[in-house]
């Protein structure tokens, strides 16, 4: 079993239509996030996937897509009353 990485996608889509279509396929992984920032943990095939679809739905020269894979060894930030997530060893998409 491919262990997951946790990225920040995020995306900048010009054309209504594309960027409900980025946001759709964006949270089929998504376990966080808001507006057009979401975090993602991904395996590297979900990866490879995620930036081959990702570059047939936005146009190259009116859209932006960029993810962000980020430093495992990170502790989390919480600010105000949030609280520390409690991450499960998995996580299931279904």
């Known amino acids: 079993m491919s262990r997951r990485s946790l990225y920040l996608a995020a995306y900048d889509?010009?054309?209504p239509s594309r960027l409900r279509a980025a946001l759709k396929r964006i949270r089929e992984h998504a376990t966080g996030g808001q507006k057009s920032v979401h975090e993602?943990?991904?395996?590297p095939a979900e990866h490879r996937e995620l930036l081959h679809d990702m570059s047939l739905l936005l146009?190259?020269?009116?859209?932006?897509?960029l993810l962000l894979r980020l430093d495992p060894r990170q502790e989390?930030?919480?600010y105000g009353k949030a609280v520390m997530p409690?991450?499960?060893t998995f996580f299931y998409g279904g």
Not at 40 to 43: D, E, F, K, N, Q
Not at 59 to 65: G, I, K, L, Q, S
């Open 76 to 78: 989390p930030l919480v």
């Open 40 to 43: 993602v943990h991904l395996t």
């Open 59 to 65: 146009e190259e020269d009116e859209d932006r897509f």
């Open 13 to 15: 889509v010009r054309k």
């Open 86 to 88: 409690q991450d499960p």
